[in-house]
């Protein structure tokens, strides 16, 4: 389970101009060819962000911007999607010239401000379709999604007041004014569990994102479920990160200045502060709120009124257990011959704990643990895995491969290892 190595991330496209590769003599209104960006590199806030290449592309009236190998790495934490894509139909010639214009300025002068400024300009059929899709998303080199998918048209995904926005800048009063954004279907895959959801409604909700369908299904192990009425609410952590705050007050500022340069953010996120670790920390404890009025089986109600909430982290880690257990085909549960049980007996406190192991590791299903204890995963490369996780009243349990190493674990923890 070595961590696959991408490159690329969407935002630096418009930040920094490694070499445009398929350009033409002129940007006339009539220009019609792709623009093409190869290894792009930018680093902010102790991030780094590449892209192999970015594409945009128009054809029989459809309109493409298409990113491949993007990766945000800091110290110890990182980003990868093989392969993300915004498509549009309907789209004439001329906007796709005027957009593809002012992209090569954008690059040019290394600052989104001219792009922002046409994007609110230019027209757009309400009812052209569009699409985007990403492929193979990790974090820290575990797999989140195989692929995330939404559909459906310009007027409706683009909410009210975006134009505003985009041309006048950032200010708070025009991120409250903002309408939902609706989309026709969103599908997440991973493995052989694939989850669906029709007539999505995504809308501002104080300093959150609420989420709601009216109905959708889940396939996993052979099974199907159907919903209703699903509600997911995602809000800020509890306490938000003082640098974030100040970093987003100064980007709001450079855009309303129209100085969106990359120098420029790079400075404001290095003067708030802001860094790959404490922006990985902050989205870990975002928090959420997860319901359902009914779930089915083949037309008989497995749960009614089904409830949840807690951190991102602790859902992330619900959901790859249950997708590792339900896809492994058993080869995986070969290379991992060895397991480890972590407890913290005598004691109803939660502690935290530290160790690696020198080949490769997944969480198995924990015992209950009454903590709601979560355990970050690391993949080390050559150096193996590591694992920081909270254990309370219950156990976390592990297969691994090769020896295991305590690094930072309490006398009151103790790890029991055993061949699976």
């Given at each position: 389970m070595k961590r696959r190595q991408f490159g690329a991330a969407l935002a630096t496209a418009a930040f920094s101009l490694g070499g445009v590769v398929k350009t033409t003599r002129s940007a006339s209104a009539q220009e019609t060819e792709p623009l093409q960006i190869e290894d792009v590199t930018v680093s902010f806030g102790g991030v780094t962000s590449s892209v192999g290449s970015a594409t945009f592309s128009f054809e029989d009236g459809t309109m493409q911007f298409q990113v491949s190998d993007w990766t945000m790495e800091g110290a110890d934490k990182s980003l990868s999607i093989a392969q993300a894509s915004v498509s549009a139909a309907d789209v004439s010639a001329e906007t796709y010239a005027t957009i593809r214009g002012a992209m090569v300025e954008s690059f040019s002068g290394r600052s989104l401000s001219p792009?922002?400024?046409?994007?609110?300009?230019?027209?757009?059929?309400?009812?052209?379709?569009?699409?985007?899709?990403?492929?193979?998303?990790?974090?820290?080199?575990?797999?989140?999604?195989?692929?995330?998918?939404?559909?459906?048209?310009?007027?409706?995904?683009?909410?009210?007041?975006?134009?505003?926005?985009?041309?006048?800048?950032?200010?708070?009063?025009?991120?409250?004014?903002?309408?939902?954004?609706?989309?026709?279907?969103?599908?997440?895959?991973?493995?052989?569990?694939?989850?669906?959801?029709?007539?999505?409604?995504?809308?501002?909700?104080?300093?959150?994102?609420?989420?709601?369908?009216?109905?959708?299904?889940?396939?996993?192990?052979?099974?199907?479920?159907?919903?209703?009425?699903?509600?997911?609410?995602?809000?800020?952590?509890?306490?938000?990160?003082?640098?974030?705050?100040?970093?987003?007050?100064?980007?709001?500022?450079l855009a309303a200045d129209g100085n969106l340069s990359s120098s420029a953010v790079s400075s404001a996120a290095e003067d708030a502060g802001v860094t790959a670790e404490n922006t990985s920390e902050a989205v870990r404890n975002a928090r959420f709120e997860l319901s359902f009025a009914d779930v089915t089986e083949g037309g008989e109600t497995v749960v009614s009124d089904f409830q949840t909430s807690g951190t991102l982290a602790e859902l992330l880690q619900v959901l790859r257990q249950r997708t590792d257990s339900e896809t492994g085909d058993g080869t995986e549960d070969q290379q991992l011959p060895m397991e480890a049980v972590v407890t913290n007996p005598g004691t109803d406190e939660p502690a935290n704990y530290t160790f690696r192991v020198t080949g490769d590791l997944r969480n198995l299903e924990p015992d209950e643990d009454a903590s709601a204890a979560t355990e970050e995963i690391t993949d080390l490369g050559e150096e193996g895995t590591r694992v920081e996780g909270t254990v309370g009243t219950g156990d976390d349990r592990f297969a691994f491969s090769g020896e295991l190493v305590e690094e930072d674990v309490p006398d009151s923890i103790q790890i029991e290892v055993s061949e699976r």
């Open positions: 792009l922002l400024s046409t994007l609110a300009e230019v027209d757009v059929n309400p009812d052209a379709s569009v699409e985007v899709v990403v492929e193979s998303v990790e974090t820290d080199g575990q797999l989140v999604a195989d692929q995330i998918a939404a559909t459906g048209t310009v007027g409706s995904v683009v909410p009210e007041g975006t134009r505003a926005l985009l041309r006048d800048g950032a200010t708070l009063e025009e991120v409250a004014a903002l309408g939902t954004a609706e989309w026709s279907e969103l599908t997440v895959q991973r493995g052989s569990t694939e989850f669906t959801a029709t007539d999505v409604v995504m809308e501002r909700q104080g300093t959150g994102v609420a989420i709601s369908a009216p109905s959708g299904s889940a396939s996993a192990s052979g099974r199907t479920f159907e919903f209703s009425d699903m509600s997911l609410d995602l809000m800020p952590p509890e306490t938000i990160p003082a640098a974030h705050v100040e970093f987003a007050s100064q980007v709001r500022q």
